[in-house]
């Protein structure tokens, strides 16, 4: 029930508030996530195998890394409308089979224009089953559980990135294309697995049928959605420079060797992934989910000035990145954990969708952002567009206080 003074929802009496039957289930949804992210993390582990076999620019290589945010940005709202219509369970399990047939496809490419259209096949996927497992979740775990796993959903994405990071000093061993077939197969397991695991019953409010242009407009339209959304976009903008420029800071400027800068690299995103589980546990605590996205963009802001400063070692700049990854991760699980709150039911995954949408949006916006400003200025002005960032989200964070039911 949503009380129209605040906008915010009541959320319905919980059945229970002890643990719930049904965590197997939500950590296999929360597997679904670290597969699919991972189709995203492979091609930036595999990024120095394709310039030397196939002969590639860096603009063509982060072509083909970028597929994946272009769809995103383009298409995610779009996407959460057509799964809301599919229904949640056969999303899921179409989008991994996408998924698994594009990396396959990718596979047997031998130039750049097979590998950047599997890569679109893959996109697809991802965000056909990206969209939808946050209100699967959301359906089938009961209790205080319901919050622990929503919010711990925001760790899909840097789990699975990293794991692949880790793949980086060992890769050249077995070659980028095993590492393609590889994923391919896992996605198509986990297909199998879905249509075994979830029952054939399981709705989730995506199901409902509607008007794709009368929900896009109430999306839209809804102030909590777009707060959410915001809040996100500049949560990405803020990750993927930190996150994004790493590797760069820790070779070109400090002279670290690539594998020793792709462990430190998947060791600070591990952090953040650390942080979204902790959102989820602080969620199912009743710690304020405003509180944690306030947090987060606290942390970049009293951290970016020290880790972009001249004349720091390279230890204390991935241990700094580390910490400020780390804390971030509050925002994602808090944001995810929050949309079923506030959010009407017939109008979450479209939000899913939407908040998806901006996460690509700052994914493009913040190294592009970044680049220009070390461009003019050297490193040490990066946090300019980190504070202006921080500003924005702290913004939407105190926006959101009331609206967040206790």
């Given at each position: 029930?949503?009380?129209?003074?605040?906008?915010?929802?009541?959320?319905?009496?919980?059945?229970?508030?002890?643990?719930?039957?049904?965590?197997?289930?939500?950590?296999?949804l929360?597997?679904?996530?670290?597969?699919?992210?991972?189709?995203l993390g492979?091609?930036?582990?595999?990024?120095?195998?394709?310039?030397?076999?196939?002969?590639?620019?860096?603009?063509?290589?982060?072509?083909?890394?970028?597929?994946?945010?272009?769809?995103?940005?383009?298409?995610?709202?779009?996407?959460?409308?057509?799964?809301?219509?599919?229904?949640?369970?056969?999303?899921?399990?179409?989008?991994?089979?996408?998924?698994?047939?594009?990396?396959?496809?990718?596979?047997?490419?031998?130039?750049?224009?097979?590998?950047i259209?599997?890569?679109?096949?893959?996109?697809?996927?991802?965000?056909?089953?990206?969209?939808?497992?946050?209100?699967?979740?959301?359906?089938?775990?009961?209790?205080?559980?319901?919050?622990?796993?929503?919010?711990?959903?925001?760790?899909?994405?840097?789990?699975?990135?990293?794991?692949?990071l880790?793949?980086?000093?060992?890769?050249?061993?077995?070659?980028?294309?095993?590492?393609?077939?590889?994923?391919?197969?896992?996605?198509?397991?986990?297909?199998?697995?879905?249509?075994?695991?979830?029952?054939?019953?399981?709705?989730?409010?995506?199901?409902?049928?509607?008007?794709?242009?009368?929900?896009a407009?109430?999306?839209?339209?809804?102030?909590?959605?777009?707060?959410?959304?915001?809040?996100?976009?500049?949560?990405?903008?803020?990750?993927f420079?930190?996150?994004?420029?790493?590797?760069?800071?820790l070779?070109?400027?400090?002279?670290?060797?690539?594998?020793?800068?792709?462990?430190?690299?998947?060791?600070?995103?591990?952090?953040?992934a650390?942080?979204?589980?902790?959102?989820?546990?602080?969620?199912?605590?009743?710690?304020?989910?405003?509180?944690?996205?306030?947090?987060?963009?606290?942390?970049?802001?009293v951290?970016?000035?020290?880790?972009?400063?001249?004349?720091?070692?390279?230890?204390?700049?991935?241990?700094?990145t580390?910490?400020?990854?780390?804390?971030?991760?509050?925002?994602p699980?808090?944001?995810?954990?929050?949309?079923?709150?506030?959010?009407?039911?017939?109008?979450?995954?479209?939000?899913?969708?939407?908040?998806q949408?901006?996460?690509?949006?700052?994914?493009?916006?913040?190294?592009?952002?970044?680049?220009?400003?070390?461009?003019?200025?050297?490193?040490?002005?990066?946090?300019?567009?980190?504070?202006?960032?921080?500003?924005?989200?702290?913004?939407?964070?105190?926006?959101?206080?009331?609206?967040?039911?206790?």
């Open positions: 029930m949503q009380d129209a003074s605040t906008g915010r929802i009541h959320p319905a009496p919980e059945e229970t508030s002890g643990p719930s039957r049904h965590r197997p289930l939500a950590l296999f929360l597997l679904g996530g670290i597969i699919s992210s991972a189709q492979k091609a930036i582990v595999a990024m120095p195998l394709l310039q030397s076999e196939m002969a590639l620019g860096i603009d063509v290589v982060s072509l083909i890394i970028a597929t994946f945010a272009t769809l995103g940005a383009t298409l995610g709202m779009g996407t959460g409308l057509v799964a809301r219509r599919m229904g949640a369970r056969r999303s899921l399990v179409l989008g991994m089979i996408v998924m698994s047939a594009g990396s396959l496809l990718g596979a047997a490419a031998e130039g750049p224009a097979l590998l259209a599997s890569r679109i096949l893959e996109g697809v996927g991802f965000l056909g089953v990206v969209v939808v497992i946050p209100d699967l979740l959301n359906t089938v775990v009961r209790g205080k559980d319901r919050l622990l796993f929503i919010g711990m959903w925001g760790c899909f994405m840097p789990t699975g990135t990293a794991l692949m880790l793949l980086g000093p060992v890769l050249p061993t077995f070659g980028w294309r095993a590492l393609w077939l590889s994923q391919s197969a896992v996605a198509l397991l986990y297909a199998l697995a879905a249509m075994m695991i979830l029952p054939a019953a399981t709705k989730s409010t995506a199901s409902s049928q509607g008007d794709f242009l009368r929900v407009r109430l999306v839209l339209g809804d102030r909590n959605s777009r707060l959410l959304a915001l809040v996100f976009g500049v949560y990405a903008v803020q990750y420079i930190l996150a994004g420029f790493l590797p760069v800071i070779v070109g400027a400090l002279g670290l060797s690539i594998a020793s800068a792709s462990l430190l690299t998947a060791a600070s995103v591990f952090a953040n650390i942080g979204n589980i902790a959102a989820g546990i602080l969620s199912r605590l009743s710690f304020p989910l405003w509180a944690s996205m306030a947090i987060a963009f606290g942390a970049y802001a951290t970016a000035p020290l880790i972009y400063s001249a004349g720091l070692p390279a230890g204390w700049v991935a241990i700094l580390g910490l400020a990854l780390g804390i971030a991760g509050l925002a699980g808090s944001i995810f954990a929050a949309v079923p709150r506030i959010v009407a039911p017939e109008l979450v995954t479209p939000t899913i969708g939407l908040i949408q901006t996460s690509n949006v700052g994914q493009f916006v913040g190294p592009i952002a970044a680049g220009f400003v070390v461009h003019g200025f050297g490193w040490p002005a990066v946090p300019i567009v980190i504070f202006a960032a921080a500003a924005c989200g702290l913004w939407a964070s105190f926006q959101l206080r009331t609206r967040l039911p206790a």
